[in-house]
């Protein structure tokens, strides 16, 4: 199996620009969830989604931030207009079913400059 | 709020020796979970415990949960240097809500 599958690795922007991270879940899992890594605030969750629908997204810090599921194999997360304070890593992970334990993709790095 | 509680936050031991880290949470939970992130990697999950008493092991590593008293512990036995990595604890917020809520982490650092 390949894992959970996030694109890009790194990501190098702008203040102001849109990013767009993008997530594989693994195949047959059909919850998927969203978390961001920084020093100061540690692993946050930001949103989760079970059958392609959001369940809770009240860990998503504000209007610049938005997710999508459309269908059990993709999921995208949203940042418009990017900020330096969005830096962090961002992990999607995938399960099984919501109370199986989650599998982490490999993140991707990202940087607002 | 769930509030999630690792100590301690760094632990620096020597190859050979035991150590106890523990995840200290604030309300009721059934499900907790322990992840090994090493450093610029992903997280690897190491154990899912999913009732009081629960007892895991693997190699070096055993995690136990007590759910009543809202506390589980990691136990390292005879420290290894490949063990050198962040482990984090998260619980399970409980009810219908499946949000994992994560511990700051434990930076072990095992020295030869």
């Known amino acids: 199996d390949a894992g959970v599958i996030q694109s890009p690795r790194h990501e190098v922007t702008e203040m102001g620009q849109e990013v767009t991270l993008r997530c594989k879940p693994i195949s047959g899992h059909n919850s998927l969830f969203w978390y961001r890594q920084t020093m100061m605030r540690g692993l946050e969750l930001l949103i989760y989604f079970n059958n392609n629908v959001p369940i809770d997204d009240s860990g998503m810090p504000e209007d610049r931030f938005s997710a999508k599921m459309p269908n059990a194999s993709f999921s995208t997360l949203k940042i418009q207009p990017s900020e330096p304070r969005d830096s962090a890593v961002y992990f999607c992970a995938s399960s099984p079913g919501l109370i199986y334990e989650q599998y982490f993709g490999p993140g991707t790095r990202l940087t607002v400059t | 709020e769930l509030k999630v509680e690792q100590n301690p936050l760094f632990l620096s031991m020597q190859e050979g020796k035991n150590y106890t880290i523990y995840c200290n949470y604030s309300?009721?939970?059934?499900?907790l979970y322990w992840y090994r992130q090493d450093p610029g990697k992903s997280l690897e999950s190491l154990f899912v415990?999913?009732?009081?008493?629960a007892v895991k092991q693997e190699g070096r590593l055993m995690a136990s949960l007590d759910t009543k008293a809202r506390l589980s512990t990691l136990h390292i036995t005879a420290a290894v240097h490949d063990l050198s990595a962040t482990y984090f604890c998260?619980?399970?917020?409980?009810?219908?809500?499946?949000?994992?809520?994560f511990g700051k982490g434990t930076l072990l650092t095992v020295n030869p």
């Open positions: 309300t009721t939970s059934d499900r």
């Open positions: 415990l999913l009732s009081n008493g």
């Open positions: 998260a619980v399970e917020s409980g009810g219908s809500n499946y949000k994992l809520t």
